[in-house]
């Protein structure tokens, strides 16, 4: 997101809106949350960020131009966002962050929609469920961490999000044919 003169100072009064989801501030003002790109009505029952992540505007069109996204859940300018924005903004926040622990609800919060409705319009979109995706993700990382460095499976199994070793090694066995011990010996 670029930095602009349109953004508002983020006042004690403000975030306590935000913070309350106060309904009565709705359309009084907009925050926007830098680490995701979407904006929202200071009533959305959406997760509270971090404080210092948010940007307040006076009106929708000013985080627009600041190429903010309108929430899903608040929908700020009475607008629903496009599906393939909305998972693309979740495929970036998956691409990112892969190696946190990423639940539906989770992800829900973070994009700012239900859990369900989020699972399915990402299968509808992307032919894969949400955990299909981060699978495919981690389990590439995982290859590259393989060919590239000495770390041991179990390092790299948490590195790329499995806290369960077992689990890491049958997974990447199923996904890829090897065991990720068989798949380091390989010749590229």
């Not at 009084?28 to 029952?45: D, H, L, M």
């Not at 959406?46 to 000013?62: D, T, W, Y």
């Amino acid at each position: 997101m670029k930095e602009t003169y349109g953004a508002e100072r983020l006042t004690d009064e403000k975030w306590q809106a935000i913070a309350e989801n106060d309904e009565s501030y709705d359309f009084k003002f907009f925050y926007a949350v830098k680490s995701t790109g979407i904006f929202c009505r200071p009533s959305c029952k959406s997760k509270l960020p971090n404080r210092g992540n948010v940007r307040i505007f006076q009106n929708a069109e000013q985080a627009i131009r600041e190429e903010f996204r309108p929430c899903k859940r608040c929908k700020p300018t009475g607008e629903r966002l496009p599906d393939r924005e909305w998972v693309a903004i979740m495929t970036e926040y998956m691409d990112k962050n892969f190696a946190e622990a990423l639940t539906l609800e989770v992800l829900a919060d973070v994009c700012h929609g239900s859990p369900y409705h989020l699972h399915r319009t990402f299968k509808k979109i992307m032919s894969m469920t949400p955990t299909e995706y981060l699978q495919n993700i981690r389990i590439g990382k995982a290859q590259e961490y393989l060919l590239t460095s000495s770390l041991s499976v179990a390092e790299i199994a948490t590195r790329v999000g499995f806290p369960h070793t077992s689990y890491f090694i049958a997974l990447f066995k199923k996904k890829t044919g090897l065991t990720p011990a068989d798949y380091r010996k390989q010749e590229i």
